[in-house]
């Protein structure tokens, strides 16, 4: 989801639905640029938004960054566009381990305080 686009999350209600097309992170970018800079002015957004049931798709190809492939002892990596600000890093082939997720599960919960009821 763009930057951009997160305040109207904050708008909907139980039950509404809500639709989504892609953007490249360039047009989130600049959405959001053009958002700020609408804020600081105080003045309408320059660009219109797109009209309903006009589509614009993105090459979602574009989402990542580099991959190298596994070699000797280096794992496979991948590093892709996570939103328009951060960026996801894999390591390894993609695959399903239940034993590493409830490992990886397991230590998280024990980094939470917990809070006993009084």
Wanted: hydrophobic share 35%; proline share 7%; charged share 25%.
């Amino acid at each position: 989801m763009a930057l951009a686009d997160l305040w109207k999350v904050g708008q909907l209600r139980p039950g509404d639905t809500i639709r989504f097309h892609v953007v490249s992170a360039d047009e989130a970018q600049h959405l959001l640029h053009s958002q700020d800079e609408s804020i600081r002015t105080l003045s309408p957004p320059r660009e219109a938004a797109p009209k309903e049931g006009t589509r614009r798709w993105a090459d979602t190809s574009a989402a990542i960054l580099h991959q190298s492939a596994a070699n000797g002892s280096r794992p496979a990596i991948c590093y892709r566009q996570s939103g328009e600000d951060n960026v996801l890093i894999e390591y390894g082939e993609p695959h399903l381990d239940l034993a590493l997720r409830f490992r990886g599960r397991q230590c998280s919960m024990r980094s939470m305080p917990l809070h006993y009821p009084a």
